[in-house]
């Protein structure tokens, strides 16, 4: 089952402007990636922040993670035609046997209409 | 990019036919992993690779079976394919526990069962 579910499903705003997507997971977690999947392609990793981190940035990137919530969010600034594509998130889980495992969300559809 | 390809990339088989995907990377990850991506329900994991001959389920893993008898190559086979299974599917690998959690994605295979 999913453990991580991002809000709102679909976000369409104009180039320039911020988009903000958010994650809410169920379980406690070690840490929170988000991916980014352009339309026909594989999922690329962009940013991980660990359970005790609050804030992370990357380039135009800001990651948020409150662990009291069970939430995550993503900001993309000055958003660009480019950044159009699905956003996930990813919580770790791991195995009983020790493995390493991630559970993603079905993902938030962006465009950055030009 | 990570070193990480999918043979064949589209796929058309009939019902009841048996398919093999295959995933085959050259970073000499530990971890690999295979999933499935439907509208409406993200990414899922089918199975994943903690090591030569070493395998484990997902959430999704009932019809499909998995080996892997080289470090570099991880197969997903569909017994007997099923409309069901009409799908995209992408491994990923991950550098874990040796390294960062995130995981590497290849370009996906889409499969369609008529």
């Known amino acids: 089952s999913q453990q991580g579910e991002e809000d709102p499903q679909a976000l369409s705003i104009q180039e320039g402007e911020n988009a903000t997507m958010n994650c809410s997971y169920k379980?406690?977690?070690?840490?929170l990636q988000w991916y980014r999947q352009n339309s026909g392609r594989g999922l690329v990793h962009l940013i991980l922040?660990?359970?005790?981190?609050r804030e992370k940035h990357s380039g135009r990137l800001r990651v948020t993670l409150d662990t009291s919530k069970k939430s995550s969010s993503l900001l993309i600034t000055a958003s660009r035609a480019a950044d159009t594509a699905s956003y996930f998130c990813?919580?770790?889980?791991?195995?009983?046997?020790?493995?390493?495992?991630?559970?993603f969300g079905k993902g938030t559809k962006l465009t950055v209409n030009p | 990019d990570a070193g990480i390809t999918q043979s064949p990339r589209h796929k058309v088989t009939e019902t009841g036919t048996p398919v093999t995907l295959r995933c085959h990377q050259t970073?000499?990850?530990?971890?690999m992993y295979w999933y499935r991506q439907d509208p409406g329900h993200g990414l899922r994991l089918i199975h994943y690779?903690?090591?030569?001959?070493?395998?484990d389920k997902g959430e999704v893993s009932d019809g499909y079976s998995v080996s892997r008898s080289k470090t570099e190559d991880f197969l997903l086979t569909l017994e007997s394919a099923t409309s069901s299974q009409t799908s995209v599917y992408f491994c990923?690998?991950?550098?874990?526990?040796?390294?960062?959690?995130?995981?590497?994605f290849g370009p996906g295979t889409r499969l369609t069962v008529t």
């Open positions: 990923a690998i991950s550098e874990w526990p040796s390294g960062s959690y995130e995981q590497y």
């Open positions: 379980t406690s977690i070690n840490n």
């Open positions: 922040i660990r359970s005790n981190e």
């Open positions: 990813a919580t770790d889980a791991i195995t009983q046997g020790g493995s390493e495992k991630l559970v």
């Open positions: 970073e000499n990850h530990r971890y």
């Open positions: 690779s903690y090591g030569v001959k070493d395998t």
